[in-house]
Structure formats: structure tokens, C-alpha cells
């Protein structure tokens, strides 16, 4: 099965990825008896990030340690807001596998509000600030300070609904400053499915998306992978394209957008993915015969 994977420059890694995984994580705090040099050793395992209805929160989960995950006394880091509306409805678990991957919801962990529809889009030039992490030898392990993303960006669409463009920032965090980024790739975007997914969902008129559950992280991804289908009456077999499960379109490759419109063959929870406008539609023309 090909494997998902969103590449991320360089600044932004530094920013983000180098920190967060190595060690305490954002905003690590001991739990209710821990001891705080057990922070030494907590690493980043699962993040989750949601938005339902009006609700949108973000989590990161630690564990970790030299010989235990119980060495590990770092509490959530959990951030909630009440939206007017989800700019995308879903939900997205990714558990960490890979400590050099990006952590795509330590972004914005103490800013669900950037899931809200009604967030106005960020833009080149707006002030921001990556999350600055330190320690004292009063306080040894990791803390956070100060965050402000570059989110949320989102895909521009034309009058049929396919995507025009998007402008996809990072922070330079030097300058204080929003600034254009390259869009993110996954490698294997749009492949053919396992023969086995294809056999287990792509009957006769299948239109949909399956959640194939969290990538195991060996190409940089902790994003939960899935499977796009179409049933081709032409061909009479299903067309299909891997993907990744998203919660916005920052998130997405050029010319694709987070859409929670496509029917789930098998999701138990709202799922979202990346991949070819218009929303809610999919073709066998977006994917691979």
C-alpha cells in the first residue's frame, strides 16, 4: 500500500518538529503526584483534533521514558472554542510513531479557533509566533510560551468548485512575520489502493472514502491514511487514490482542499480528506484506474 507523507520546509521543522518531539512537548506540566524530572524523557504519541457542529478542540498526549511509558508525567495539553460554525467537520487521531515527523496539530494545539469558519484567513505579513520552548534548572523540562500560527489558510475555488490556488504560509519566526511557504506533497497522493481495500469496499456503484486508521510514521506522516473510491461504469471496476485524513486545507497539496462531504464507507467518526474539488463530489476522473 503506497504510504502518505507531507513534506515540510525546513523553517518550519526547526520551528516545530525538532522541539516538540525531542523532549516535554508544548505546554508539558507534571500530573497530579508526578514527579517533574520525569518530564526529562516525554515525547509526543498522539495528538487528536476535532471540530463537530460549533465545537473544536486540540489535544497532545505525552509518554515515553528510558525504560517506561509510566516514567512520563506530563499532563494533556488540551485547547477548546465554541465556533459559529466547523469551517470542516472531523475528526483526526494521529498517534506519533515517528518522533522526526511533523506534528501537524502542534501548530495550532492553543488555537482550535483557527478550525472555525468564521477565523478571517491569515495573511502574508500578519504577526506570528512559533512556540518558543525553554527550561531552568528550577523548572527541567520543556515549556511553552507564546504561540500565534500562520492558520488558517484555505483553498480558493473557482465557480465550478475546483481549486484555483492557496496561500500557504509558515512563520518566520526571526521576523515576527507570515511568510509564503511551498505547498505540502504526499508522497503516494492519489496512487491506487491496496487490492485488498479495493476488494473489501469497491463493489458495484461504491462512491466513497474509507479510513484506513494512523500511517506508521516510516516516511515522516502521522496523519491517519485513507482510501478514495468511485465505481467506473465505463470500466466496470472501481477507480480509487490514497490520501490523507485532514482538518483543514492547509493541510492539502496544491490543487486539493479538505473535503468532509464524501460519503465514509466504513468511519467511525466524521471523517475529512484531501483531496480534488468541487467539495462533496468524486469522480473516477480524480483517481487511478
Known amino acids: 500500500m503506497a504510504r502518505d507523507v507531507r513534506a515540510r520546509d525546513a523553517m518550519k521543522r526547526a520551528a516545530l518538529v525538532m522541539a516538540i518531539a525531542a523532549c516535554g512537548g508544548a505546554g508539558a506540566t507534571p500530573d497530579a503526584g508526578g514527579d517533574p524530572n520525569d518530564l526529562m524523557d516525554c515525547m509526543v504519541v498522539n495528538t487528536v483534533a ?21 516514567l512520563c508525567h506530563a499532563a494533556p495539553v488540551e485547547a477548546g472554542a465554541m465556533c459559529g460554525q ?6 483526526v487521531d494521529e498517534n506519533i510513531t515517528d518522533q522526526t515527523a511533523h506534528v501537524e496539530v502542534a501548530d495550532f494545539v492553543d488555537h482550535p479557533e ?6 478571517p484567513e491569515a495573511k502574508v505579513g500578519d ?47 526571526g521576523a515576527g512575520r507570515c511568510v509564503a511557504s511551498l505547498a505540502p506533497t504526499i508522497e503516494g497522493y492519489l496512487e491506487k489502493c ?26 515522516g506522516s502521522t496523519a ?17 487514490g490514497m490520501t490523507i ?5 492547509w493541510e492539502c497539496p496544491a490543487g486539493a482542499l479538505c473535503d468532509d462531504q464524501v460519503p465514509a464507507l466504513d468511519a467511525p467518526h ?8 468541487p467539495r462533496g463530489t468524486l469522480t473516477p476522473a480524480m483517481l487511478t484506474p
Do not use: M
Open 50 to 70: 476535532s471540530c463537530e457542529g460549533t465545537d473544536a478542540s486540540t489535544t497532545i498526549d505525552f509518554g515515553g521514558g528510558s525504560t517506561s511509558l509510566t
Open 86 to 91: 466547523c469551517a470542516v467537520n472531523a475528526y
Open 114 to 119: 483557527v478550525l472555525c469558519a468564521e477565523t
Open 127 to 173: 504577526a506570528c509566533a512559533p512556540p518558543v520552548f525553554s527550561r531552568t534548572s528550577s523548572f527541567p523540562y520543556e515549556t511553552v510560551s507564546g504561540d500565534l500560527p500562520c492558520l488558517p489558510t484555505r483553498a480558493h475555488v473557482n465557480a465550478d468548485g475546483t481549486v484555483a490556488g492557496q496561500d500557504y504560509l509558515v512563520c518566520d519566526g
Open 194 to 219: 491496496a487490492p485488498a481495500t479495493l476488494a473489501k469496499y469497491g463493489a458495484t456503484g461504491a462512491v466513497g472514502v474509507v479510513d484506513l486508521g494512523a500511517g506508521n510514521g516510516s516516511l
Open 224 to 240: 491517519p491514511e485513507a482510501c478514495l473510491i468511485a465505481w467506473d461504469s465505463t470500466t466496470q471496476a472501481p477507480a480509487s
Open 245 to 249: 485524513e485532514c482538518i483543514g486545507d
Open 270 to 277: 466524521p471523517i475529512a480528506v484531501c483531496k480534488p474539488g
